[in-house]
């Protein structure tokens, strides 16, 4: 399982803990192991420079996903599919939040790569429903990961 992981902020990430979280989640999730995804920790102004482009809102946000080839979770590959898409992390705005949720940063970025990794796959959290889904699946992943690790 191609994970691609590149920092651009002064932040240091935990690189080997986040490409592992992201390998777990993937097999949790029944992507085919030859799926690619991408992480990208940016600054904030880059993030904010993404949100408005992509999203056309104002100011940086904690995550950003870009699927690509729209895979789904226990669906093999077609012809011509291979990447799952990009998950973008702002760290500095992770840490605000983790304050605010009184954990750790990392524990954040973990809980934010996740909900990138679920968007990838179609998850949304619009209607309540989808929501209690997709949060419960995130909880559901990192603890997991956290008691096999």
């Not at 085919?32 to 949100?51: C, F, K, P, Y």
């Not at 209607?127 to 949060?135: C, P, Q, W, Y």
Request: a negative charge; glycine letters at 6%.
């Amino acid at each position: 399982m191609p994970i691609l992981f590149e920092n651009e902020t002064e932040f240091e990430c935990p690189e080997s803990e986040l490409l592992s979280l992201a390998a777990y989640a993937l097999t949790f999730m029944k992507i085919d192991d030859r799926a690619e995804l991408s992480i990208l920790a940016v600054n904030e102004d880059e993030m904010e420079r993404l949100h408005m482009e992509w999203m056309d809102e104002e100011g940086p946000t904690d995550v950003l996903s870009f699927p690509i080839d729209q895979l789904r979770p226990g669906q093999p590959l077609a012809e011509g599919e291979g990447t799952l898409g990009d998950v973008v992390l702002c760290p500095a705005v992770a840490q605000r939040q983790a304050e605010v949720a009184a954990h750790g940063t990392i524990d954040e970025l973990q809980i934010l790569l996740v909900h990138g990794i679920l968007h990838l796959m179609g998850f949304d959290h619009a209607e309540k429903t989808e929501e209690i889904e997709m949060f419960t699946l995130q909880t559901q992943i990192i603890s997991e990961w956290k008691r096999a690790r």
